[in-house]
């Protein structure tokens, strides 16, 4: 029944945990300091979570080309009319476009799993709410669950189209939930651990101007 996806997704998501309850035998961690003993700057600038994976965020500036974001599935490249265009705003762009085109992807095929109906999909930018569901059978997300493991984000899902069945959060409502979604438990762990950085806006930033011609000495 798991698709590839999600097979790669509960692999990266095993691994995660065991980096987390294991760190020797990853070798030295991420916290570590620079040479300098500075602390590293913060995890997610210039860098972009994307189906949980924090991916490289690279610029470049492209005066003849229009602007626009492409993703080879590791590195986002920018391309940027001049160095007053913002790369953030492409990207923050880039992400809501994909959402608007996977959430409701995802929503109509768990909906016929589950044996649901629901009425319309909205996407907001919810800062403190991942997803929720009306009374109207309507179902809203926050564009930023696109930054979350696939599994994470069909675990979503599938907790607001239960909703349509429980309007609760009892016994009788999990247990369909994990019908479903059987690692729930391990998402739910992931949301929590991660909601500063799904909910983190997108901060990215030119590298320093290079003066190939400027005379050192000027
Ligand atoms: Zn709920």
Same mark, same amino acid.
């Given at each position: 029944?798991?698709?590839?996806?999600?097979?790669v997704?509960?692999?990266?998501l095993?691994l995660? !945990? $065991?980096?987390?309850?294991?760190? @020797?035998?990853?070798?030295?961690?991420e916290?570590?300091?620079?040479?300098?003993?500075? +602390?590293?700057?913060?995890?997610?600038?210039?860098?972009?979570?994307? =189906?949980?994976?924090?991916? @490289?965020? !690279?610029?470049?500036?492209?005066?003849? #080309?229009?602007?626009?974001?492409?993703?080879?599935?590791?590195?986002?490249?920018?391309?940027?009319?001049?160095?007053?265009?913002?790369?953030?705003?492409?990207?923050?762009?880039?992400? !809501?476009?994909? +959402?608007?085109?996977?959430?409701?992807?995802?929503? +109509?095929?768990? +909906?016929?799993?589950?044996?649901?109906?629901?009425?319309?999909?909205?996407?907001?930018?919810?800062?403190? $709410?991942?997803?929720?569901?009306?009374? #109207?059978?309507?179902?809203?997300?926050?564009? !930023?669950?696109i930054?979350?493991?696939?599994?994470?984000?069909?675990?979503?899902?599938? *907790?607001?189209l239960? *909703?349509?069945?429980?309007?609760?959060?009892? #016994? @009788?409502?999990?247990? $369909?939930?994990?019908?479903?979604?059987?690692?729930?438990?391990?998402?739910?762990?992931?949301? =929590?651990?991660?909601?500063?950085?799904?909910?983190?806006?997108? *901060?990215?930033?030119?590298?320093?101007?290079?003066?190939?011609?400027?005379?050192? *000495?000027?």
């Amino acid at each position: 029944m798991a698709d590839t996806q999600s097979v790669v997704s509960d692999v990266k998501l095993f691994l995660e !945990r $065991l980096k987390k309850e294991m760190p @020797e035998i990853f070798g030295t961690t991420e916290k570590s300091t620079d040479t300098n003993g500075n +602390a590293p700057a913060p995890s997610t600038a210039n860098k972009v979570l994307f =189906n949980g994976d924090l991916c @490289e965020a !690279r610029t470049y500036i492209t005066p003849d #080309q229009e602007e626009g974001v492409a993703f080879d599935g590791t590195v986002f490249h920018i391309y940027l009319k001049s160095k007053e265009s913002d790369p953030s705003a492409l990207v923050t762009q880039y992400l !809501r476009d994909k +959402a608007t085109e996977i959430l409701p992807q995802k929503t +109509a095929k768990w +909906a016929t799993e589950i044996g649901v109906e629901y009425n319309k999909v909205f996407l907001k930018d919810q800062r403190t $709410l991942w997803a929720s569901c009306s009374s #109207q059978k309507n179902i809203n997300y926050s564009y !930023r669950i696109i930054k979350m493991p696939l599994v994470v984000q069909d675990y979503l899902v599938i *907790h607001e189209l239960c *909703h349509l069945r429980f309007m609760n959060h009892g #016994q @009788e409502y999990w247990e $369909l939930v994990g019908k479903f979604s059987p690692d729930y438990k391990l998402h739910r762990r992931w949301l =929590n651990e991660h909601k500063d950085a799904v909910f983190e806006d997108i *901060h990215i930033t030119l590298p320093p101007e290079e003066m190939p011609n400027e005379s050192p *000495h000027n």
